[in-house]
């Protein structure tokens, strides 16, 4: 595609569900990067892909989050039990290569109520 | 220390100025540069990348990276009311393993007319 698609836009989840966030990258970008960005705050790191692999999961704030990426292409990202904390946009971007421009989508704002 | 420090802002210019924004970074290993422009309510839209020391100029928008002082810019001539928005500095140290962009907090620049 164009550019880096996130789906859905809006998700709202009822605390306690589980929820997955999926990124489409740039066709072609073999890295792929997990951002979060709470109201008002700066990005928040989640985790990196190179390819199918993730170099640096540092991000991830407990085992209630996971992510994969297959194919070198589309990511998942899975919230697991969610917590209102959890609420934020959830930004996905991706680079032709690790040192190249990154590219953001347009973001998965989550509301747990 | 934070990786990634931006003035506070926020910045106020009028319409015509020149706009200033600052950066540095703690990782002496960081190797690439980005500026990165956010409206309210949007995605971050990259607007420069810089990888050498010195200037890089793109229309009304110079970069200027010094490694020796951990130090990066962007200067913004001729400001416009549509420049209005945050503005988030990101360095990466490159490399397979270490792909991750690390932002600022970003500096929230207004343009008056």
């Known amino acids: 595609g164009a550019g880096v698609s996130q789906s859905p836009s809006n998700k709202v989840t009822e605390k306690g569900k589980d929820v997955e966030l999926r990124c489409d990258p740039i066709?072609?970008?073999?890295?792929l990067y997990w951002y979060r960005q709470s109201l008002g705050q700066g990005l928040e790191f989640l985790i990196y892909?190179?390819?199918?692999?993730?170099?640096?999961k540092s991000g991830l704030p407990s085992d209630r989050f996971s992510a994969e990426r297959t194919g070198g292409s589309v990511s998942t990202l899975t919230i697991q039990r969610t917590q209102q904390e959890d609420s934020a946009v959830y930004l996905c971007?991706?680079?032709?290569?690790?040192?190249?421009?990154?590219?953001f989508g347009q973001g998965t704002r989550l509301t747990v109520v | 220390q934070k990786e990634v420090e931006q003035n506070s802002g926020p910045l106020s210019v009028p319409e015509g100025a020149i706009a200033s924004l600052n950066c540095t970074y703690s990782?002496?290993?960081?190797?690439?540069f980005f500026w990165y422009r956010q409206y309210s309510g949007k995605s971050p839209e990259l607007i420069m990348s810089?990888?050498?020391?010195g200037d890089k100029e793109d229309g009304r928008f110079t970069a200027q990276l010094n490694k020796a002082s951990q130090y990066v810019s962007l200067l913004i001539r001729d400001s416009q009311p549509s420049d209005s928005a945050t503005y988030l500095c990101?360095?990466?140290?490159?490399?397979?393993?270490?792909?991750?962009?690390?932002f600022g907090q970003g500096t929230i620049l207004t343009v008056h007319p």
């Open positions: 892909f190179q390819g199918n692999s993730a170099p640096d």
């Open positions: 990101a360095a990466r140290r490159g490399g397979t393993s270490y792909g991750k962009l690390t």
């Open positions: 066709s072609g970008h073999t890295a």
């Open positions: 971007a991706s680079s032709l290569f690790s040192e190249a421009e990154a590219f």
């Open positions: 990782d002496r290993g960081s190797q690439s």
């Open positions: 810089i990888y050498s020391n």
